[in-house]
Each structure stands twice: as structure tokens, then as C-alpha cells.
């Protein structure tokens, strides 16, 4: 059973005895899972096999876990078929399915997860819906029988007829993704590539704020062909998310491309950071992990919602209590913000005049302003381009390019230090990104004047060492400071 | 420009009227009051009433600087939509020449060129960049007859006072005291004090990576030379007097 990517083992006991007739069945059994007696009875007398006419007890352990969910009929079945034929099942099996009345076994969600988990319990052989089986197949070292129906596990178990071990036909090899949107289509911006770049090397996450029409959703999904594709470990934590949903493509289930979530601002909290009754299911962001995050129209979201993310924002991961228990996701994304200066949107364009008054334009950047908006790194604006002019301003550099100079960077700092430069605490960041004294006086004259917080100072610092690490430089010159400067918008001249 | 106009109008003696409100109000007042000069706020609330709260030093200043806050209205007077443009009749009749630094279609500020007129006084306005939507109502203003202004000069002509200044507001600023780095000046060739230039377009005049112009730029507001705005960048005209 899957406790969010937990796995917990429930051995399913059958025992057929004397006595009256009945099904009995023990071990804190939710709902679900005592609906499963119906179904297990239909499949297994649809199977053309014997059900039990006497007293029949049924024992989940261990019995103090709350056992959830339709991936329990297939075991139960098998442990009163095999109770029936007196038999035991090969030792380090463990089966996973749902029962349909006629005996077939039905897809479950997280299979996946269930096959990751147990082959780290050091099980050899798992039985899944045959449908599933591409999935378990991708955990190499384990044995994954696809089971069609109940009676062809039965088949199997008593050697009338084995079932084809089922291999992977995914090539476990990292491949090219392809590119959905290439930056060459975005003319103009630069200011916005250069931090997308700038966002991508370093894992930083970026605010853009401007008109309506100014090209910030086009911008947010050319992030993640800029992205390396997914290393295997990132690809698997990506595709066990999918799974415990229900979402993976059966055909090709892993996927190397970075994934891109955008949900709208109507969004829950549940729906964005995971929740849910019993055990909570991951949210949005543990689907955006390892990929981008992209909240359009930002301050449109509720605030407690926009507070829930931060967070995840600082660790990476988060964890969702439930009454069925504590469960951690993964959640380490990359959030592209974007926003309109103003409620009608139109501040600041050169094209169309603004018609807010200034306490509501006030009022809307106040939504935005306070510790979210610390957490964001790069802060920039993005125009629009009118559409005469559009023609005529520059194509912009291929998105294989750009991804070179970032793959470039990004191993410069996973070399150095382990993890992104926006991962760095401020100890390793002193010891490990130390500032030429030119810099670091610039960084300093510029919080003075602006009132900069520590944090402030610190992510500035971080976004100088990945501009430096974009030019390859292992010093953070005065350039890279000043650039890292130039990404902060909110900073007030005092 | 406003607060350049200001500085320069209240060193020549002249009594700056404005109405307290944010943007081009509040710059007109700190110009003045920089300049030493003397400032009187038209307001639209009770004179007991900051509107807005946020320009409560503002107020203060302008009444130290020996200056004073105006009300046509009762004490306690809250914020109303209805009376600011009485407001701005107020602020026309209590001056000598009406100046519109910048205006929209439906600005405000164009309410009060109206009263001037009515009230026969003289008009003057700024023009500004064909493409700024915020000079449509100047252009107007000019269009049909307002005296154009380029420096405080122009104003002081028209106030008849042409003879009496004494600093010469089109002598080149002595106050332009720091000197420019020669890489650095390029850019500043290529921004406006009044239209903003956003950074995409500066890189591709002067053909230079983005990363380089964003630093370049950063270093000039550093230095107090440019100004970051929501449209982009623009020069600032003389240093080390920013905001209160």
C-alpha cells in the first residue's frame, strides 16, 4: 500500500475454516477495501474457480495501518485462491491489482511508486495489471509478472500455464527532448531572455510583470527547453508523481522533458501544494518538481495560497498532513511568476494609457509585495511590442544555444558545490562564491541606498555567482554584481 | 521635469501652487522646496485632512518652508471624487500662469488649464515624446495655443520677471558635479530625460549583449545618473536629490 511515495507491505492472510457461511474480513479495512469482498467473490467465481462454501477469514496486517485503496482485491483473491488449493505463493512476491467482476485485473495508480518501494524492501518478483506492467518494469533487478486476470495469476502460481516476465521496453538512456517552444520565435525582450537564461542556469525564480499581450506566457514556456533535459534519478521522482496520480502514458513512461505546470488562480491550496482526505495526493508543485511552475496573473491568486508556497519555496520539498497520516513530496521547482502592473494592466505600457488611480495600483502591488516576492531572485519587466514593430525587432537565439551556455553553467556549480547556486545557504555561499572587493562594495553601496534586506543581499549575491558562472568566470566580477542588481525591481531608492 | 521646473522657477523668486496629490503635484512641491522656495498646496480635502496619508512629511515641509496648504473646503473634509476638480479651479484662480507639465486625455490637469482659461489666465505646457500617452493632453493644450515651455525661462518670460533671474536656468548646470566613465557614456548618449528607454532597445542600438547594458545601466543608477522606471530607464538630471 502506498503512503504518498512510501510503500508499506500488507500481507493478506486467508484462512478457510468451519462453521457457517461467511466472508470475514479483519485489518482496519476502509470502505474500499471491504467493498473488495463482493468483487473478489464475482472474479474469483468468474474465474472458474471454487469459492470457499464454508467460513472464510480474510487478516490484513499489520492491523494498526489503515488500509486504503482497490490495489488490495488482487492479493486477497490469489491468498484464497491459493488457500483454497492448499498452496503457497513463491516467497518475495507481492501482487497489486484491482478486480473487475469478471475476473480481469484493472489498472491502479502508483504502481510505479508501489514497484520502486518494494524492490527497495528487497522483494524479487511483483505482480501488477498487465496494463501497469510498462511501468513496474522500469525498476531494473525486479521481476514483473502482468497479470490480464485473476485466473491467469492462478494459472501461473500453480504452473498450469507461467506468464511472460514483462521487460522494459523503454531504453533507460537519456534522450534529446524536444523543443515545444524555441526562443528564436520571441523577438525583442532580451531583458526577459537574459533572466530566463539567467533563472535557468541557476535555478533562481523570476517575477515578470507588464501588459497584457507583452509575451510573459510565451516567455514561461520557452523555460523549460532552455533546461537541461531531466537527469534519470529527476525523471523517475517526476514520473512516481505521475503515477501515484493516474497519469502516465502507458506507451512511454518516462518522459525527459521538464515538465510545466500552469494552474489557474482559482487554484486551492490543496490543489497547488497537495492535500486531500485520508492521504493527502501531491499538488501541483510536487508535479512542477524538477521543472517549472508558472503562475500567471499572481496577484489574482489567494493569499493564503500564495503564503503556503513559501514554504516549499526555501526547502524544496513539502510536507502534508492528513487523519491518515504525514506525507513528503517532492517540490523543487522553478516558479516564473507573472504579473500586470495594475488592475486594468495598462501602467507603464507606451501604447495604451493607464486608468487606474494610484491607490489601486498601490493597492494591487501591495497583494504582491512581503516575503514571497523576497524569495523571488529575478524581477523584470516585459513590454510589449507593437505590432508593426514587431517584424522588426531581432530573432532571438536558438534555444539550443542558450541551453549550451546553461548545461555549461550549471556544471560549473555542480562541480563546485553540489547543487544550484539558489540552493547555496549564505555559510557555503561566504566560503564557496567569495566576492572580489570591487564587488562586494558595489553589492554594499547598493543596499545601503536601497535599504536592502540580508535576504536581499544574499539572493543578489547568489544571481551575480550565476551570471559569473554563465561567463564562465570563476571570480564574481563588478559586471556580474551589477547585472544581478539590474533583476531587482523592487528595490525602492531610499 | 516637473520638480527641475520647480527647483528652478522658486529660485527666481516664484511661488509654486500644486495640489498635494502624488506624481507631478508632489514633484512641483519638492522642486520648490529644494530650491528653498516658498510652496502653497490647493487641497481638495479639509485643510486637517492628508490626502494622500502618504504625504503627511510632504505637508509638514511645505509648511515650514514658509509655504502653506489651502482649502476651499471644511475642516474634516474627506476625500471626495466631486471635489477635486473645484480644487483645480481653486489652484487656477489663485495663480499667474497655469502649467501643465504632463496630462492624458482626461487628465485633471487639463480641468485646470480649462478653469485658466475661463478665469483669463495664462496657460503654458511641456510637450513630450509623440509616442507618451501621458503628453496627449499637453500636445492638445499647445495645439490650441498654450505657450510652450522648455525651461523655466519660458515661464519667467511670461511672468514678466525675465529681468530679475539671476541664475540662468539654461546656463549648462553647474550642479552636473560627477564625471562620467568614458566606457559608460554611450548609454547615457542614447537615454532621454523624459522618455524611458527600456533596456532590449538600448543593447540593440548600441549593439552590446543584454548582460552588459543591464550592468552598465545598473552602475549609472548606482551613481545616481539614471533612473529606473516601470517603461524603463531615463536620465536624471542632477544628482543626490532624489526624493525626501
Known amino acids: 500500500m502506498l503512503v504518498g511515495l512510501d510503500v508499506r507491505p500488507v500481507r493478506v492472510e486467508a484462512y478457510i475454516g468451519r462453521g457457517e457461511v461467511a466472508f470475514v474480513l479483519t485489518g482496519l479495512a476502509t470502505t474500499t477495501v471491504k467493498e473488495s469482498r463482493e468483487r473478489v467473490r464475482s472474479a474469483i467465481r468468474n474465474s472458474g474457480l471454487d469459492f470457499p462454501s464454508t467460513r472464510l477469514a480474510v487478516n490484513l496486517a499489520p492491523a494498526e495501518l489503515r488500509k486504503d485503496g482497490t490495489g488490495l482485491d488482487l492479493p486477497i483473491a490469489v491468498a484464497i485462491a491459493l488457500a483454497r488449493a492448499e498452496k503457497r505463493p513463491p516467497p518475495g512476491s507481492a501482487f497489486l491489482g484491482e478486480l473487475a467482476l469478471d475476473g480481469s485485473v484493472r489498472h491502479v495508480d502508483g ?60 531504453a533507460v538512456t537519456e534522450q534529446p527532448s524536444s523543443v515545444e517552444h524555441d526562443l528564436l520565435e520571441v523577438h525583442g525582450q532580451e531583458e526577459a531572455k537574459r533572466a530566463l537564461e539567467v533563472a535557468a542556469a541557476g535555478g533562481h525564480h523570476l517575477l515578470m510583470s507588464g501588459p497584457p499581450g507583452g509575451g510573459k506566457t510565451m516567455l514561461a514556456r520557452c523555460l523549460p527547453g532552455i533546461l537541461p533535459p531531466l537527469e ?57 518538481s524538477h521543472g517549472v511552475l508558472f503562475l500567471d496573473e499572481l496577484a489574482e491568486f489567494q493569499a493564503p495560497v500564495l503564503q503556503a508556497l513559501r514554504q516549499p519555496l526555501e ?48 493597492s494591487y502591488q501591495r497583494r504582491l509585495s512581503g516575503p514571497l516576492l523576497d524569495r523571488i531572485d529575478l524581477q523584470v519587466t516585459v513590454r510589449r511590442v507593437a505590432l508593426e514593430q514587431l ?42 562564491a567569495g566576492l572580489a572587493p570591487h564587488s562586494r562594495r558595489t553589492l554594499e553601496r547598493w543596499s545601503a541606498q536601497r535599504g536592502m534586506t540580508a535576504r536581499g543581499f544574499h539572493r543578489a549575491w547568489r544571481v551575480a555567482r550565476t551570471a559569473a558562472d554563465l561567463d564562465g568566470s570563476s571570480e564574481i566580477e563588478e559586471q556580474h554584481v551589477l547585472e544581478a542588481l539590474g533583476f531587482r525591481l523592487n528595490d525602492v531608492a531610499a | 521635469m516637473a520638480e527641475q521646473l ?32 516658498v510652496t502653497v498646496a490647493v487641497m481638495g480635502t479639509g485643510v ?56 492624458a486625455e482626461g487628465s485633471g490637469a487639463l480641468i485646470t488649464a480649462e478653469a485658466a482659461l475661463d478665469l483669463h489666465k495664462e496657460v503654458m505646457a511641456v510637450p513630450g515624446s509623440i509616442f507618451s500617452p501621458l503628453s496627449v493632453g499637453t500636445h492638445a493644450l499647445l495645439r490650441d495655443g498654450a505657450g510652450l515651455v522648455q525651461n523655466a525661462r519660458d515661464v519667467l518670460s511670461v511672468l514678466s520677471q525675465g529681468g530679475e533671474v539671476l541664475d540662468d536656468p539654461l546656463a549648462t548646470p553647474a550642479g552636473l558635479g560627477f564625471k562620467l566613465p568614458p566606457e559608460r557614456d554611450g548609454i547615457l548618449f542614447h537615454l532621454s530625460d523624459v522618455l524611458a528607454v527600456n533596456a532590449s532597445e538600448l543593447a540593440r542600438k548600441l549593439q552590446l549583449p543584454i548582460s552588459d547594458v543591464l550592468g552598465r545601466l545598473t552602475a549609472l543608477e548606482l551613481d545616481g545618473v539614471v533612473k529606473r522606471h516601470q517603461e524603463g530607464y531615463v536620465r536624471a538630471l542632477r544628482r543626490g536629490k532624489e526624493r525626501a
Open chain 1, 315 to 362: 526547502t524544496g520539498s513539502v510536507t502534508i498532513t492528513r487523519s491518515g497520516g504525514s506525507v513528503r513530496y517532492p517540490a523543487r521547482f522553478t516558479l516564473v511568476a507573472a504579473t500586470n502592473p495594475c488592475p486594468c494592466g495598462w501602467a507603464g505600457d507606451g501604447i495604451r494609457a493607464c486608468r487606474c488611480t494610484p491607490a489601486a495600483i498601490d
Open chain 2, 48 to 103: 486637517d485632512v492628508i490626502y494622500p496619508t502618504a504625504h503627511t512629511v510632504l505637508a509638514e515641509a511645505i509648511l515650514a518652508g514658509g509655504g502653506a496648504l489651502v482649502s476651499q473646503f471644511p475642516d474634516g473634509t474627506a476625500p471626495r471624487r466631486h471635489n477635486f476638480p473645484a480644487r483645480n479651479y481653486t489652484m487656477a484662480a489663485l495663480s499667474d500662469v497655469v502649467l501643465v507639465v504632463e496630462a
Open chain 1, 391 to 432: 517584424a522588426s525587432e531581432p530573432r532571438g537565439e536558438p534555444t539550443a544555444t542558450v541551453r549550451a551556455r546553461v548545461v555549461a553553467a550549471r556544471r560549473r556549480q555542480l562541480d563546485r558545490q553540489g547543487c544550484l547556486n539558489a540552493q547555496l545557504k549564505p555559510p557555503r555561499l561566504r566560503q564557496l
Open chain 1, 111 to 170: 504502481v510505479l511508486v508501489a514497484a520502486r518501494g518494494l524492490h527497495e524492501l528487497g522483494y524479487e518478483r511483483v505482480f501488477v495489471p498487465a496494463e501497469d506492467a510498462g511501468e513496474a518494469a522500469l525498476i531494473g533487478g525486479l521481476e514483473v509478472i502482468p497479470c490480464p486476470s485473476l485466473a491467469a495469476v492462478v494459472g501461473h502460481l500453480t504452473g498450469v500455464e507461467p506468464i511472460d516476465q514483462a521487460t522494459s521496453n523503454v
Open chain 1, 232 to 288: 534519470l534519478s529527476e525523471a523517475f521522482e517526476v514520473a512516481q508523481v505521475r503515477s501515484l496520480l493516474g497519469d502516465l502514458p502507458a506507451g512511454s513512461p518516462l518522459d525527459w522533458t521538464r515538465p510545466f505546470r500552469s494552474p489557474h488562480h482559482a487554484i486551492s491550496t490543496a490543489g497547488l501544494i497537495g492535500g486531500g482526505g485520508g492521504i493527502a495526493q501531491p499538488g501541483e508543485i510536487s508535479r512542477a
Open chain 2, 6 to 37: 520647480a527647483l528652478e522657477l522658486a529660485r527666481a523668486g516664484v511661488v509654486v501652487v500644486s495640489g498635494l496629490a502624488l506624481g507631478i503635484d508632489a514633484a512641483a512641491h519638492r522642486g520648490a522646496l529644494n530650491a528653498g522656495g
